[in-house]
């Protein structure tokens, strides 16, 4: 006969497992602003007890509050643990750990993970994702011959995000030609679009005609150097705050090396809309650059361009709202890199093309 005790201690158990997933699919459910709180706030009450079956749960949890190190090792808990474990679940796992793993940065352990994969679940539906992830690990190693090698046969295997890589390697590597073909072989969206655009005037010299700066360093200090111009004029929603996130990033990383502006039109340009306009005068676009430096407390310069001539070298109309896009022109004038901001990994590929400019 089973003790009164132990009969509560497996209830117990038993409803802790059922609130650990009650938890998942609430937090699954809430919407993005709202998860991550709701994560952070209930994960720990689960650290440390949650059975290996449980611990994909858990691994979520961890990710949405963006634990990444106790997501990447309750995952690996599952994946090592749940023998019982559906392979579906296990595969997810897996895709899982290894996008925690680049949060983490940690770039060589994220090689190991494919191979499992690889060796577990070959042909799986989620192999294009993994590939994907080793593709962003060889590019932040400064292997970028490999990482486009992943990046292909991630898009081979379903990957449109591995797809897109593809191209931004090849535009890394200087092969305009092929980048241009596989840009043309994109799914069709705006990104797609915009980016087939920019690949045109890739390696020929571009004019950069200042009309109005804001911060520091001045004019006169931008010759001669690597610049990377972050276009910030869109109208992209959330995206457009990112965009001001990665280029102070980049403005610290790489100050006194390279010259990171953010570029806007000087010519009619109305702030509330985000687009031209024929009646601004200029010195209300000069109020709304300084106030805009202030309010978003940016770390790099703001610079309105007398003319569109560089939008539109790098794919970007000005006439009509486009996703954020960012540019780089080496130190000869050479419009040699452009990339339409996507995901997170973008900052990824972006230090990743400076490093290269700085390194010739």
Same mark, same amino acid.
Request: some cysteine; glycine content about 6%; proline content about 5%.
């Given at each position: 006969?089973?003790?009164?005790?132990?009969?509560? !201690?497996? /209830?117990?158990?038993?409803?802790?497992?059922?609130?650990?997933?009650?938890?998942?699919?609430?937090?699954?459910?809430?919407?993005?602003?709202?998860?991550?709180?709701?994560?952070?706030?209930?994960?720990?009450?689960?650290?440390?007890?949650? *059975?290996?079956?449980?611990?994909?749960?858990?691994?979520?949890?961890?990710?949405?509050?963006?634990?990444? *190190?106790?997501?990447?090792?309750?995952?690996?808990?599952?994946?090592?643990?749940?023998?019982?474990?559906?392979?579906?679940?296990?595969?997810?796992?897996?895709?899982?750990?290894?996008?925690?793993?680049?949060?983490?940065?940690?770039?060589?352990?994220?090689?190991?993970?494919?191979?499992?994969?690889?060796?577990?679940?070959?042909?799986?539906?989620?192999?294009?994702?993994?590939?994907?992830?080793?593709?962003?690990?060889?590019?932040?190693?400064?292997?970028?011959?490999?990482?486009?090698?992943?990046?292909?046969?991630?898009?081979?295997?379903?990957?449109?995000?591995?797809?897109?890589?593809?191209?931004?390697?090849?535009?890394?590597?200087?092969?305009?030609?092929?980048?241009?073909?596989?840009?043309?072989?994109?799914?069709?969206?705006?990104?797609?679009?915009?980016?087939?655009?920019?690949?045109?005037?890739?390696?020929?010299?571009?004019?950069?005609?200042?009309?109005?700066?804001?911060?520091?360093?001045?004019?006169?200090?931008?010759?001669?150097?690597?610049? !990377?111009?972050?276009?910030?004029?869109?109208?992209?929603?959330?995206?457009?705050?990112?965009?001001?996130?990665?280029?102070?990033?980049?403005?610290?990383?790489?100050?006194?090396?390279?010259?990171?502006?953010?570029?806007?039109?000087?010519?009619?340009?109305?702030?509330?809309?985000?687009?031209? /306009?024929?009646?601004?005068?200029?010195?209300?676009?000069?109020?709304? /650059?300084?106030?805009?430096?202030?309010?978003?407390?940016?770390?790099?310069?703001?610079?309105?361009?007398?003319?569109?001539?560089?939008? *539109?070298?790098?794919?970007?109309?000005?006439?009509?709202?486009?996703?954020?896009?960012?540019?780089?022109?080496?130190?000869?004038?050479?419009?040699?890199?452009?990339?339409? /901001?996507?995901?997170?990994?973008?900052?990824?590929?972006?230090?990743?093309?400076?490093?290269?400019? !700085?390194?010739?």
């Amino acid at each position: 006969m089973i003790r009164p005790a132990l009969c509560l !201690l497996l /209830v117990a158990a038993a409803a802790r497992a059922d609130d650990l997933r009650a938890a998942y699919t609430y937090a699954k459910r809430l919407p993005e602003d709202r998860r991550k709180a709701y994560a952070a706030e209930h994960a720990p009450r689960y650290a440390g007890t949650a *059975k290996a079956e449980d611990q994909l749960y858990l691994g979520y949890l961890w990710s949405w509050a963006e634990e990444w *190190k106790r997501a990447a090792s309750s995952f690996d808990a599952y994946v090592r643990g749940a023998t019982a474990a559906h392979p579906r679940n296990r595969a997810t796992a897996m895709v899982e750990r290894a996008r925690a793993l680049m949060e983490l940065r940690a770039w060589n352990e994220v090689p190991d993970e494919v191979t499992r994969f690889r060796t577990e679940f070959p042909g799986d539906r989620h192999l294009g994702s993994m590939l994907f992830y080793l593709g962003r690990a060889r590019r932040a190693d400064g292997r970028l011959e490999q990482a486009l090698e992943a990046f292909r046969e991630g898009a081979a295997a379903g990957s449109d995000l591995a797809a897109h890589e593809v191209v931004d390697a090849l535009v890394q590597l200087g092969r305009y030609g092929e980048a241009r073909q596989a840009a043309a072989a994109l799914p069709e969206s705006a990104r797609a679009a915009t980016l087939l655009a920019a690949l045109e005037r890739l390696g020929e010299p571009v004019e950069i005609r200042i009309g109005h700066w804001t911060g520091a360093p001045r004019p006169e200090s931008i010759r001669g150097t690597p610049m !990377l111009l972050s276009f910030w004029t869109m109208r992209a929603g959330k995206a457009k705050d990112d965009v001001h996130a990665y280029t102070n990033a980049w403005a610290e990383a790489f100050r006194g090396k390279v010259n990171v502006v953010g570029a806007g039109l000087y010519e009619h340009f109305d702030p509330v809309t985000m687009r031209t /306009v024929d009646e601004m005068p200029p010195h209300e676009e000069h109020g709304f /650059v300084d106030a805009w430096h202030r309010e978003y407390a940016l770390r790099y310069p703001l610079v309105l361009l007398e003319d569109a001539a560089l939008h *539109k070298a790098c794919g970007v109309d000005p006439e009509r709202p486009v996703l954020p896009c960012v540019a780089a022109v080496d130190g000869e004038g050479r419009l040699r890199y452009v990339r339409v /901001v996507g995901g997170p990994w973008a900052a990824e590929a972006v230090d990743s093309m400076l490093r290269r400019l !700085l390194s010739e």
